[in-house]
Structures are given as C-alpha cells and as structure tokens.
C-alpha cells in the first residue's frame, strides 16, 4: 500500500476509534490483517458462544472458521443449505451469545 494511503488510513481509523470510544464503545483500530484476528482471537475466550450478524468483515478475514477451529459454538443464519425454520432458529439462539 502506498505511504500516503497508509497514513490516511490510519489517521481516519483513529478518529473512528476516538468518537466511538467517546460514546463509550469499546473501539480498536488495526493497520493489518494479522492484527485485528490476533486481537479479536484475544478478546474471545475458550467456550464462548458467537452469534454471526452477517459481517462482512468477519467473513472476509476467516474469523468464523478460525473459532470454529478453537471450538467455539457458532450461530451462522446465513449458513448455506439451512431452511426458513433453521434460519429463524439461529437467529434467536445468536441472540444470548455471548459475543455476537
């Protein structure tokens, strides 16, 4: 990436960080791949439940079967092959999890 996109990019994921943090919300900002999945692979501890809301994101950097690798119980609504009924059933059990 060029340097002046980097810095641009790190300067407006800042700001995004310091406004939500602001209306306290737990904010973190990652120039790289690797270092968002380590932090978020930190922050979820063995046996917890994940609900998936659709993130692209989350897709995109492999977390869903990274902690279904780790054993981590995963709601997927968007799971491919489900029926209606499935669909609404992994909704609602997403709901409780413990990180969704």
């Known amino acids: 990436m060029h340097e ?8 407006l ?19 790289d791949r690797k270092e968002a999945v380590d932090q978020i ?3 979820i501890p063995p046996g917890a439940t ?3 809301g659709g993130s692209r ?4 950097l492999g977390l869903w079967e990274l902690l279904a690798g780790r054993g981590h119980e995963i709601f997927n ?5 489900l029926t209606p ?10 709901l409780p999890a413990t990180y969704s």
């Open 57 to 60: 994101t989350g897709m995109e």
């Open 50 to 52: 994940v609900g998936l």
């Open 41 to 43: 692979m930190q922050l």
């Open 4 to 11: 002046l996109t980097q810095w641009h990019n790190d300067v």
């Open 85 to 94: 009924e499935e669909r609404v059933e992994k909704r609602y059990k997403s």
């Open 13 to 31: 994921g800042q700001r995004a960080v310091e406004a939500l943090t602001k209306h306290n919300f737990s904010a973190y900002y990652f120039a």
């Open 77 to 81: 609504h968007n799971q491919e092959g």
